[in-house]
């Protein structure tokens, strides 16, 4: 645990955004007797939703904050590459990654969050704020005002705190080129991480357990890039996207297309989908009183990191409000985060903004070269 200073348990922390960032910031300052609350601008957060994995790290944040039990263990990569396959493990001393909804993690944060009293106001879109030497204010577009000692904007991209820290620079938004495609559909089989090549896509599968807490039955969790212009991306519909998936299923291997007519017959399915962005992180991200998180920080861009980044800045975040929000700390924070997304942004934005092969013959090159790294790593690799 964390050792404070007794002034800091009169701080009263005001987080824009409940998010995973904004409502797990929220929940560790509260472990720390430091006093915050949540300002949310959406009025309710179900509806469908889309699976995504936590690494080993942020599962141990998770574990942390008494979250857990979620979700479906996953220390394993299966890759199908035409004819090929190959099968990489996590090391064995490693915590094991999860496959989990967005909507059952949200779910147990806010149950989390409850449990600790945490006041989560919702249907509060953030349209002003003031500074001062000592104190915050945050005005609403409904006139109505919180007051803080402390701001952390987790807003995401589009984050307001962000802008006013950062003038002129109202977007950093970049459209990677292509439209990200979940689905989600009942199935109690169990079925590791897999990712299936074909010529010109891939497709991932894996069981992502409960879909919320209602739920009484343990689902899995597809995915796929279909690549378009901007424009196509932002005007597609669930009958375009289901269509083409159906075009693309007929070349699929039989147990992923057995997975796909599964998901065709199932009336709780889910499908989610929309353009992907990649986004640069701005160049100031605190003042004297107010500090940001997450994607309001920095946009991750594509590759399965950006929740496990956000739990992670809001552990860092944590030490820096109880170690007393000093310019140094707040400066150590924006350096050591800014590092580790641009680290893994890249690797992701590289990874994703190749096609795959787009014949038969590459993807047999693509499993060679693969089957090689399973017998030089001896099946073993930390992903």
């Avoid at 001062?132 to 945050?138: D, G, L």
């Avoid at 039955?217 to 995915?223: Q, T």
């Avoid at 399915?269 to 991200?285: C, D, E, Q, S």
Wanted: aromatic share 6%; hydrophobic share 40%.
């Amino acid at each position: 645990m964390l050792e404070l200073e007794g002034a800091m348990n009169s701080e009263n922390v005001i987080i824009v955004g409940a998010g995973v960032a904004g409502l797990s910031l929220a929940i560790m300052l509260a472990e720390q007797n430091i006093k915050s609350q949540v300002l949310e601008s959406r009025q309710r957060f179900d509806g469908p939703t889309s699976g995504v994995r936590i690494s080993a790290e942020g599962v141990k944040v998770l574990r942390f904050m008494n979250v857990d039990s979620i979700g479906e263990a996953t220390k394993r990569v299966d890759m199908r590459l035409g004819g090929l396959s190959a099968s990489f493990s996590a090391p064995e001393h490693d915590t094991a990654a999860i496959i989990v909804t967005r909507l059952a993690l949200h779910e147990q944060l806010m149950k989390r969050a409850r449990s600790l009293g945490i006041r989560v106001l919702t249907g509060f879109t953030m349209a002003r704020m003031t500074e001062s030497a000592n104190a915050v204010e945050v005005t609403s577009e409904s006139n109505e005002a919180m007051n803080g000692t402390l701001l952390v904007g987790a807003d995401g991209v589009g984050s307001t705190l962000r802008h006013r820290l950062n003038p002129g620079h109202r977007s950093t938004k970049t459209y990677a080129g292509y439209l990200g495609v979940g689905c989600i559909t009942q199935d109690e089989e169990k079925i590791e991480m897999t990712l299936h090549r074909y010529p010109g896509h891939q497709v991932g599968i894996a069981s992502c357990g409960k879909v919320n807490e209602a739920a009484t039955k343990n689902s899995i969790f597809m995915w796929t890039h279909i690549r378009m212009p901007e424009g196509d991306a932002k005007r597609a519909t669930q009958t375009s996207v289901e269509s083409e998936l159906a075009r693309r299923a007929e070349r699929w291997r039989p147990e992923l297309r057995r997975k796909y007519d599964l998901y065709t017959r199932d009336a709780d399915r889910m499908l989610a989908f929309g353009p992907v962005y990649n986004g640069k992180p701005p160049t100031r991200w605190y003042s004297n009183r107010t500090i940001l998180i997450g994607d309001a920080a920095h946009p991750y861009g594509p590759g399965g990191q950006g929740i496990s980044m956000a739990l992670k800045d809001a552990k860092a975040l944590c030490s820096v409000i109880a170690r007393g929000f000093t310019e140094d700390e707040k400066k150590k924070f924006q350096a050591s985060r800014a590092e580790e997304a641009r680290t893994l942004g890249e690797a992701a934005q590289k990874r994703n903004s190749k096609d795959s092969s787009s014949s038969k013959w590459g993807i047999l090159a693509e499993g060679v070269v693969m089957k090689a790294v399973e017998i030089f790593s001896r099946g073993t690799l930390k992903f």
